[in-house]
């Protein structure tokens, strides 16, 4: 598709589980972005990639989370020993250069029991 | 630090009527600004930008915003609203240079009044 895509669209799973987010960025978009959006707030960032550079990590909130990108191409965002405060919507966005604005998905909707 | 505030949590309005949603900001740097709107269980749709130039922007679905550099401002405005407007809309701030990490405010819900 054209735009970008994530999976799955709802996850629910249990405190202490681990859990992956995939995000599919546009083609050719060599910025990905991943935010959190609680419960009736705004986003949150998290973590950036920018083509082959170290990524941006300075919002990741702790060190059980984490996120890979394999060049300009998918993205996985990693939860591990989930929380209950970890449930949220999880979005990715994807960006083709400098002085262009970001694509969102749809978002994974994580709902920890 | 930078951060946006959005004042109205939540606005009715009827439909055919004009519409200003509010924005502020606080950055240390030029700002790139945004206005996104969210319908329920969707992503966000980008509905106009403001990088440099004209201080009054159009985006898509007839929303327009002013920049107000004075007043820390990027208001939305739109003269007539369609039931389909109806949404969170989100205001958000980046850097001009660099990452682009976003700041978005809390949102403000619409709500449509037929």
């Known amino acids: 598709g054209a735009g970008v895509s994530q999976s799955p669209s709802n996850k629910v799973t249990e405190k202490g589980k681990d859990v992956e987010l995939r995000c599919d960025p546009i083609?050719?978009?060599?910025?990905l972005y991943w935010y959190r959006q609680r419960l009736g707030q705004g986003l949150e960032f998290l973590i950036y990639?920018?083509?082959?550079?170290?990524?941006?990590k300075s919002g990741l909130p702790s060190d059980r989370f984490s996120a890979e990108r394999t060049g300009e191409s998918v993205s996985t965002l990693t939860i591990q020993r989930t929380q209950q405060e970890d449930s949220a919507v999880y979005l990715c966005?994807?960006?083709?250069?400098?002085?262009?604005?970001?694509?969102f998905g749809d978002g994974t909707r994580l709902s920890i029991l | 630090a930078q951060s946006v505030t959005q004042p109205d949590i939540h606005i009715t309005v009827s439909e055919g009527a004009s519409l200003e949603l509010r924005c502020n900001y606080s950055y240390g740097a030029t700002p790139y600004l945004f206005w996104y709107v969210q319908s329920p269980g969707q992503g966000l749709q980008l509905l106009l930008k403001y990088f440099s130039g004209d201080t009054l922007v159009q985006g898509i679905k007839g929303f327009e915003a002013e920049f107000k550099r004075s007043q820390s401002s990027f208001n939305l405005r739109k003269p007539s609203v369609h039931w389909s407007d109806a949404a969170e809309y989100f205001c958000a701030v980046g850097r001009s240079q660099g990452a682009q990490k976003l700041v978005f405010g809390q949102g403000t819900r619409l709500t449509i009044n037929p």
């Open positions: 990639f920018q083509g082959n550079s170290a990524p941006d």
């Open positions: 966005a994807s960006r083709i250069g400098p002085n262009q604005p970001q694509h």
């Open positions: 083609s050719g978009h060599t910025a």
